[in-house]
């Protein structure tokens, strides 16, 4: 797979807030604002919320339950909107996208480090010509902070392209992978949408 890159130029006042969201993400806010007095979680909502994910961003292995759900919060709320080099949101709003009801945020920061940590590979072997070999490693989640209410987060530039309009993608759905409480059961689920229309898979390890 080819990871493309695309120059962005910044200004410092580049922040996208809730005030700026697109369908999807108004949907989901006003699903939250509806619900959240009821102490409802995303997994009860009857409309789906989702996005179209690219495949390039599914096949990442040793993430938690919880960071693979703050990956997929990120990109859904990236998606329609990829150039601000920030975004701006409600803290109890991300973690009843990612369906997590705790108020003790100390594993919700664990599960941001490691999202942080991940990294989206790209290896292309050239068998004829090992100078022609290729090869790229970009953070999945740039700087992220939680204060006064607030969850702030920046993707990277290298990733924008492939949250809006990838050319090879999944419809991911945020009511079902926040339903899974097993990180290997959403991992699987994410794989094997991307196989649903051939009706078959190979072995998984």
Same mark, same amino acid.
């Given at each position: 797979?080819? +990871?493309?890159?695309?120059?962005?130029?910044?200004?410092?006042?580049?922040?996208?807030?809730?005030?700026?969201?697109?369908?999807? %993400?108004?949907?989901?806010?006003?699903?939250?604002?509806?619900?959240? +007095?009821?102490?409802?979680?995303?997994?009860?909502?009857?409309?789906?919320?989702?996005?179209?994910?690219?495949?390039?961003?599914?096949?990442?292995?040793?993430?938690?339950?919880?960071?693979?759900?703050?990956?997929?919060?990120?990109?859904?709320?990236?998606?329609?909107?990829?150039?601000?080099?920030?975004?701006?949101?409600?803290?109890?709003?991300?973690?009843?996208?990612?369906?997590?009801?705790?108020?003790?945020?100390?594993?919700?920061?664990?599960?941001?480090?490691?999202?942080?940590?991940?990294?989206?590979?790209?290896?292309?072997?050239?068998?004829?010509?090992?100078?022609?070999?290729?090869?790229?490693?970009?953070?999945?989640?740039?700087?992220?902070?939680?204060?006064?209410?607030?969850?702030?987060?920046?993707?990277?530039?290298?990733?924008?392209?492939?949250?809006?309009?990838?050319?090879?993608?999944?419809?991911?759905?945020?009511?079902?992978?926040?339903?899974?409480?097993?990180?290997?059961?959403?991992?699987?689920?994410?794989?094997?949408?991307?196989?649903? %229309?051939?009706?078959?898979?190979?072995?998984?390890?």
């Amino acid at each position: 797979m080819h +990871l493309y890159f695309v120059e962005y130029k910044m200004c410092n006042s580049s922040i996208i807030k809730m005030s700026d969201k697109s369908i999807p %993400q108004q949907l989901a806010l006003d699903i939250f604002r509806d619900i959240r +007095l009821t102490d409802s979680s995303i997994t009860d909502v009857q409309k789906e919320i989702g996005y179209n994910k690219s495949n390039l961003l599914i096949d990442v292995s040793d993430l938690s339950l919880v960071a693979r759900r703050v990956l997929n919060g990120c990109y859904f709320l990236a998606a329609e909107n990829p150039n601000p080099e920030y975004y701006d949101l409600p803290v109890e709003f991300f973690k009843w996208l990612i369906n997590y009801d705790s108020r003790n945020h100390s594993h919700l920061k664990k599960a941001i480090r490691e999202a942080q940590k991940a990294s989206v590979v790209i290896n292309i072997i050239d068998s004829n010509d090992q100078k022609r070999d290729k090869w790229a490693s970009v953070p999945m989640l740039g700087a992220t902070a939680i204060s006064n209410g607030r969850v702030i987060f920046k993707i990277p530039d290298e990733l924008r392209p492939q949250l809006h309009n990838p050319l090879g993608f999944t419809y991911l759905s945020l009511r079902i992978t926040a339903a899974f409480n097993s990180q290997y059961a959403i991992t699987l689920y994410e794989k094997l949408s991307t196989l649903k %229309q051939q009706g078959g898979s190979d072995w998984f390890e």
